[in-house]
């Protein structure tokens, strides 16, 4: 088992690991959303990485069954990744953002990446602003609430501190 997972970690390239960690911060991306981030300039480029990360006996990385033709290419990190991530680059189990293949709603994905779309753009904000952020709880972290009384579907949360001053944002989706 060891001798795989040196084998892998010979073939990948920083841009594969950039785009493995990628997915483990934020779940589920796009190719449109990994060029925001500034992993690749081209679609076209990051496509012939994903071929490299999912078309293996072993796939790190996996895509969301499209619902129509027109839908986006949406990918997710498998068990595979998350696994290649705490044993080749110290990741913490607790920081990957995983979800099993079989617990995706896709009625609910564009909504998602919508969500996505904001919170990386926060990310970036304070990335410019030299700002840290100190927590981030994301869309998809469902609340006990929600099974409850239906009130919150989901919910992104981010604490960051700037100058001394801690501010919290949240960002809200579904009935209130």
Not at 12 to 28: G, S
Not at 92 to 108: A, T
Not at 147 to 172: C, D, G, P, W, Y
Request: hydrophobic letters at 35%; proline letters at 1%; glycine letters at 2%.
């Amino acid at each position: 088992m060891i001798y795989i997972w040196e084998k892998i970690s010979q073939t990948m390239n920083e841009r594969y690991i950039r785009i493995l960690e990628a997915l483990a911060t934020f779940k589920f991306l796009t190719y449109e959303q990994l060029i925001r981030l500034g992993i690749g300039k081209y679609s076209s480029n990051l496509s012939k990485d994903f071929k490299f990360l999912t078309e293996r006996t072993k796939p790190l990385a996996s895509k969301v069954r499209k619902r129509y033709v027109t839908d986006t290419v949406k990918f997710f990190l498998t068990k595979h990744g998350k696994k290649y991530l705490i044993k080749n680059q110290n990741w913490r189990e607790d920081e990957i953002k995983y979800v099993p293949q079989s617990n995706i709603d896709l009625k609910q994905i564009d909504h998602v990446i919508s969500t996505i779309d904001c919170q990386i753009g926060l990310h970036i904000a304070c990335q410019n602003s030299d700002v840290e952020v100190l927590f981030c709880d994301t869309y998809f972290d469902k609340v006990r609430d929600n099974q409850i009384n239906k009130k919150l579907k989901s919910k992104t949360a981010f604490l960051f501190n700037q100058k001394e001053s801690v501010i919290k944002v949240f960002l809200t989706a579904g009935k209130t």
